[in-house]
């Protein structure tokens, strides 16, 4: 599967700012998915995903503020982020991963290019 990450941009803290991630190749719904971060100087961590079985997760720094969905139809999925802080600032990732074997970086075999995320103060 191909991931294409897009929507990243400049947005003021508080603010809103939905991503996409859009798969080609092979039918999304067969994959667990993800959504990861990569701030400057610092290692990529798991933002959120939704297992096989629709079963949500999200990281402590994100819940209650980032919704993560997914358009089968579409073959897409979003990352709906609200209230936005500085520290939010950081190049978005997709990722996908066929066996369901957790949350690890290593775990995800395909990703898509980031998109950067700046939220001013």
């Known amino acids: 599967v191909q991931l294409q990450a897009s929507g990243g941009g400049l947005v003021q803290a508080g603010g809103s700012l939905k991503l996409s991630c859009a798969a080609s190749?092979?039918?999304?719904?067969?994959?667990?998915t993800a959504w990861f971060r990569q701030a400057p100087g610092k290692e990529r961590e798991i933002v959120g995903a939704i297992s096989l079985s629709g079963v949500m997760y999200y990281a402590d720094s994100v819940k209650g503020r980032f919704t993560i969905s997914k358009d089968n139809a579409k073959n897409t999925m979003y990352l709906q982020m609200t209230n936005l802080k500085p520290e939010d600032t950081a190049v978005y990732y997709c990722?996908?991963?066929?066996?369901?074997?957790?949350?690890?970086?290593?775990?995800?075999?395909?990703w898509g290019q980031g998109t950067l995320v700046t939220v001013s103060s």
């Open positions: 190749g092979h039918a999304f719904r067969r994959y667990t």
């Open positions: 990722a996908a991963q066929y066996n369901g074997n957790g949350y690890y970086v290593a775990s995800f075999g395909y």
